[in-house]
């Protein structure tokens, strides 16, 4: 059999992968049908269907599960050996990919990065927006941002912000027709905004915590939304009460546009974390931005492996 050129295996892995000769093809940079006709070749020289294919569909053989298994894993490993001899360049260089929630992305992230990359033009930086726990392994990030109370404890964290504190808030012209809320109980009375949890399955229930004594309130309302920043507009348009964290409300409040209720009842919690797998040997770019989004204030801490549980329903 003739040698099998790399380039088709890491061809084979994207479709095998992605489920898609489209997806696999725009990740690549080729055309579909080079992509197919790549797959089809190492097909024929293995004597062996790797594929199955549909109009709709396209999934891995039993033969193609155990290449993917085998080789999948050491082919991602000569990828991260050969981005990591970007040491020897003069430059840090190379493509960062980062899984963040929009917060993180829009607070701690661009801040970092306008800092950086005008001054590293061969770095480049992928950010994709989600929003649940992200397996960032199996996705193939270089890294992720999170609360750290979600990150998985075989991580390594560093913090890139600091403590952060759920308030609970409402416009004042919510406030013209309710009474504030003097307890987290009084929270039934009103119209509370929900927030349905991607990762946790259902409705988050506010979590207080005053003198050592917690509670979790399940709220009722007219409106429900899967992230904050619908959370805060219906709130700001007087929709009822939110509870959001701190970095979303501080310029509201601040303004007048918010008012706060139940300060003494809100609880702190570790702020935003960059985590990545304590195996990963650090390329010069990803140090790079490690360094740059790096916590140095009060709640700082060094980079080490976390240890919790990874299910907050924050």
């Known amino acids: 059999m003739a040698r099998t050129n790399i380039n088709d295996l890491a061809a084979f892995l994207a479709v095998a992968r992605e489920r898609s000769f489209t997806r696999a093809a725009a990740q690549l940079g080729v055309s579909q049908s080079a992509l197919s006709h790549t797959v089809r070749g190492l097909e024929e020289r293995l004597g062996i269907r790797l594929l199955t294919r549909t109009t709709r569909s396209v999934t891995p053989t039993e033969a193609g599960e155990r290449l993917l298994a085998s080789v999948g894993p050491r082919l991602d490993e000569i990828e991260v050996e050969l981005a990591a001899l970007s040491a ?13 929630t929009e ?76 009474r504030k809320p003097l307890t987290p109980q009084d929270l039934t009375e009103h119209n509370c905004i929900n927030l349905r949890m991607v990762s946790y399955g ?3 229930a506010w979590e207080f915590e005053r003198d050592g004594r917690e509670l979790r309130v399940r709220v009722d309302g007219q409106l429900t939304f899967n992230s904050a920043p619908p959370i805060m507009d219906a709130a700001l348009a007087g929709q009822g009460i939110a509870y959001l964290p701190n970095d979303w409300t501080d310029a509201a409040v601040a303004s007048g546009a918010l008012i706060q209720v139940l300060a003494d009842w809100s609880p702190s919690f570790p702020g935003y974390h960059l985590y990545y797998p304590s195996r990963r040997q650090q390329s010069p770019a ?27 329903s924050r």
Not at 88 to 98: E, M, Q, T, V, Y
Not at 107 to 114: G, N, Q, V
């Open 88 to 100: 020897l360049r003069d430059k840090p260089a190379g493509n960062i990919r980062l899984t963040a």
């Open 103 to 178: 917060s993180a992305a829009s607070r701690l992230l661009i801040p970092a990065l306008s800092r950086i990359l005008p001054d590293h033009p061969d770095i480049k930086v992928e950010v994709v927006i989600e929003y649940g726990l992200t397996d960032i392994v199996t996705e193939r990030f270089d890294a992720g941002v999170r609360i750290g109370e979600m990150v998985a404890k075989d991580m390594i964290a560093v913090p890139i912000g600091p403590e952060l504190r759920m308030v609970a808030v409402a416009s004042p012209a919510y406030f013209e027709r309710r």
């Open 202 to 204: 259902g409705l988050y």
């Open 286 to 312: 990803f140090a790079l931005l490690v360094e740059a989004l790096r916590y140095r204030g009060q709640a700082g801490r060094s980079a080490t492996s976390r240890d919790n549980n990874a299910n907050h």
